[in-house]
């Protein structure tokens, strides 16, 4: 064989296959090239008893673009060398076996990767917070849609990388910077109820794995800690609102709603009003099996706070409240019968679903810009802004607080609550009633 040169190797095709040879001790196999009319290859050449073995190691190209070059066609070489003079005989076989184990181990990888995207997705943080918005809402509580809501609007559609990845390995770095990009936006309070949520939706993963009562469903995502614990409550974004109307401006607003058209929207707001200043979301769920008007009480269901359970919030009705439940009751009956099999709602414009707390508040929203227009507001208001100008009237008016707390269903989370007081307030709630409403027509009739 002619010894093994760049210049060898470019060499014109002579009209016959050609062997060069780079040389080596004996027993120690060698590098090698087959010199063709189309190509060169290097192969590294060495003995498995009699037999004279060559084991590709490709092409030359002394641009390294579409093959080796001479010196790595020689390291490669080297590197067989040393390990057939370790005695594996067989490079052939060896390689072979390497190979083999090789895709064994990339099939492997692959399936452990599989399996880990698998569990990331049946563990991923969207199912975690699908799983706590579901809890909400069998629990009835009054956040559910708020709650589903923000999540969809500020993980899910944002972030659906992060929504993807397994809920228990998401560090606190991450949440942070979700938080970050809202209060930069000037969002920060619904970064602070979005922290709020996550930081329940963890909890109550983590409480379910020591709580039999937790959802079931909680304990496949295995979480060990909840990374929203050491974010702080971000509370200087939840400034509590402190806007009440006057006398003259609820006047205002109570002749502007009754010269609204008819609508169950309408009557949500104005039976809010009347009631004495009720949640308008828990209202809005209300069905007709919640209506007695031959007893002449409407029960709500408060699902507010940490409750197990709603609680059983049961109002009087005045004249006026019973006339348009009786309206409500009556357009309520008059839908399907077949398209729910729960008890009709009292406040829906199609028989299957409630209204919208956003609906509501627009028919609001629409009275405060016509007041401001007339210049009949010192400033705008929202439909909270009623419930909390109730309960400030009705304080003027001399209703205890306890008789409040009882009339709009507030603070009767404690033990005494809970477990002593078995008294229904239902005389002091309508006699408290009885002189709201009157108020409500003085007020009226002074405009």
Not at 90 to 110: F, N, P, S, Y
Not at 246 to 275: I, T, Y
Request: charged share 30%; with cysteine; net charge positive.
């Amino acid at each position: 064989m002619a010894d093994l040169t760049d210049r060898a190797l470019r060499s014109k095709w002579t009209g016959k296959d050609e062997w060069l040879s780079d040389g080596g001790s004996r027993g120690a196999g060698g590098l090698v090239a087959k010199l063709t009319q189309s190509s060169v290859t290097f192969y590294y050449q060495y003995f498995q008893g009699n037999r004279k073995r060559f084991l590709p190691i490709g092409p030359y190209d002394s641009k390294a673009e579409r093959g080796k070059t001479l010196l790595q066609a020689r390291d490669q070489a080297h590197a067989w060398s040393m390990l057939y003079r370790s005695g594996v005989t067989d490079l052939h076989g060896h390689l072979a076996e390497r190979e083999t184990e090789r895709q064994g181990e990339c099939r492997r990888k692959l399936e452990e990767a599989r399996l880990k995207a698998e569990e990331a997705q049946l563990s991923s943080l969207s199912l975690l917070l699908e799983a706590y918005s579901g809890h909400l809402d069998r629990a009835g509580k009054q956040s559910a849609a708020d709650v589903r809501r923000i999540f969809k609007l500020h993980v899910l559609e944002v972030e659906p990388r992060l929504a993807a990845q397994k809920a228990s390995e998401i560090e606190v770095d991450e949440f942070v910077a979700l938080l970050a990009r809202l209060t930069s936006a000037g969002k920060g309070r619904t970064a602070a109820k979005l922290r709020s949520y996550l930081r329940a939706a963890y909890s109550l993963a983590l409480k379910s794995k020591t709580d039999p009562d937790a959802p079931l469903a909680m304990r496949s995502f295995r979480i060990t800690a909840n990374p929203l614990a050491s974010i702080g409550a971000l509370s200087k974004y939840n400034r509590a609102r402190s806007r009440t109307l006057n006398a003259e401006e609820l006047r205002n607003f109570l002749e502007r709603l009754q010269e609204a058209a008819p609508s169950p929207k309408r009557d949500a707001v104005m039976l809010c009003l009347v009631l004495g200043g009720q949640r308008p979301a828990q209202l809005l769920r209300a069905r007709l099996v919640d209506l007695d008007l031959g007893g002449a009480t409407l029960t709500l269901q408060d699902g507010k706070g940490a409750r197990l359970q709603p609680r059983q919030h049961v109002l009087p009705l005045n004249e006026e409240a019973k006339a348009m439940l009786a309206r409500l009751a009556e357009r309520s009956s008059a839908f399907d019968a077949d398209a729910t099999d729960r008890s009709p709602l009292l406040f829906t414009n199609d028989g299957k679903r409630p209204l919208r707390l956003e609906t509501v508040s627009v028919t609001v929203t629409e009275i405060v810009d016509t007041m401001m227009k007339a210049r009949e507001l010192r400033e705008r208001f929202e439909l909270r802004d009623l419930r909390r100008t109730c309960e400030t009237m009705l304080a003027a008016m001399g209703v205890s607080s306890d008789v409040r707390a009882q009339l709009q269903s507030h603070g009767l989370g404690g033990v005494q609550s809970r477990h002593y007081d078995r008294h229904t307030y239902m005389d002091e709630k309508q006699e408290a009633l009885q002189r709201w409403e009157q108020h409500l027509r003085a007020l009226v009739s002074a405009g």
